[in-house]
T-cell receptor, first 113, second 116 residues
Framework: AQSVSQHNHHVILSEAASLELGCNYS??????LFWYVQYPGQHLQLLLK????DPLVKGIKGFEAEFIKSKFSFNLRKPSVQWSDTAEYFC???????????WGAGTKLIIKP | GAVVSQHPSWVICKSGTSVKIECRSL??????MFWYRQFPKQSLMLMAT?????????EQGVEKDKFLINHASLTLSTLTVTSAHPEDSSFYIC????????????FGPGTRLTVT
């Protein structure tokens, strides 16, 4: 069955550190890729998405992600994190033309001030 | 734009009663809405997909007679948990798709259901 795995369940960083959250999926066909973020007490919101074209996509708040097809990966990066980036981050994958998403388990990111 | 609301934000009910949760798209028309369940420290589990004017499609293992979904208009979908039991206690989240922004889901804030 298709699945999405996020390598780290918890990540703790200091402010200004660089961030990379891993996301891998198991599916050989066409994919649409998403990163969603859930700030404490708030609802899920889209951080960035990839449908086609340039595999390096830029999202809100300085986040970016790179789609590497050969590695079935869509890792999220930010060069310098801030305390306000403390949140839970979810990777999600849509398969072919399916609107339904397969979700990773999420990564809780804590930024120490 | 693309705001989705849910009501109520939290509800406590007794075993055996039914609870209705509303999901509304406030500034767009949602042709498709999804209902998810989120367990503590786990990812979102898709329960069902509802399209306006037609029956919902339930995921394997989700009881359609227990979790009644109605998508009567392009801005409203409801989830009714019938004869609720403590194991139904969870965080229920809806999301909506717009025809103009394919594949991108907009999420509601969620509803915390506690069954006593």
């Amino acid at each position: 069955a298709q699945s999405v795995s996020q390598h780290n369940h918890h990540v703790i960083l200091s402010e200004a550190a660089s961030l990379e959250l891993g996301c891998n999926y198991s599916y050989g066909g066409t994919v649409n890729l998403f990163w969603y973020v859930q700030y404490p007490g708030q609802h899920l919101q889209l951080l960035l998405k990839y449908f086609s074209g340039d595999p390096l996509v830029k999202g809100i708040k300085g986040f970016e992600a790179e789609f590497i097809k050969s590695k079935f990966s869509f890792n999220l990066r930010k060069p310098s994190v801030q305390w306000s980036d403390t949140a839970e981050y979810f990777c999600a994958v849509g398969l072919d033309s399916n609107y339904q998403l397969i979700w990773g388990a999420g990564t809780k990111l804590i930024i120490k001030p | 734009g693309a705001v989705v609301s849910q009501h109520p934000s939290w509800v406590i009910c007794k075993s055996g009663t039914s609870v209705k949760i509303e999901c509304r798209s406030l500034d767009f028309q949602a042709t498709t809405m999804f209902w998810y369940r989120q367990f503590p420290k786990q990812s979102l589990m898709l329960m069902a997909t509802s399209n306006e004017g037609s029956k919902a499609t339930y995921e394997q293992g989700v009881e359609k007679d227990k979790f009644l979904i109605n998508h009567a208009s392009l801005t409203l979908s409801t989830l009714t948990v019938t004869s609720a039991h403590p194991e139904d206690s969870s965080f229920y989240i809806c999301s909506a798709l717009t025809s103009g922004r394919s594949y991108e889901q907009y999420f509601g804030p969620g509803t915390r259901l506690t069954v006593t």
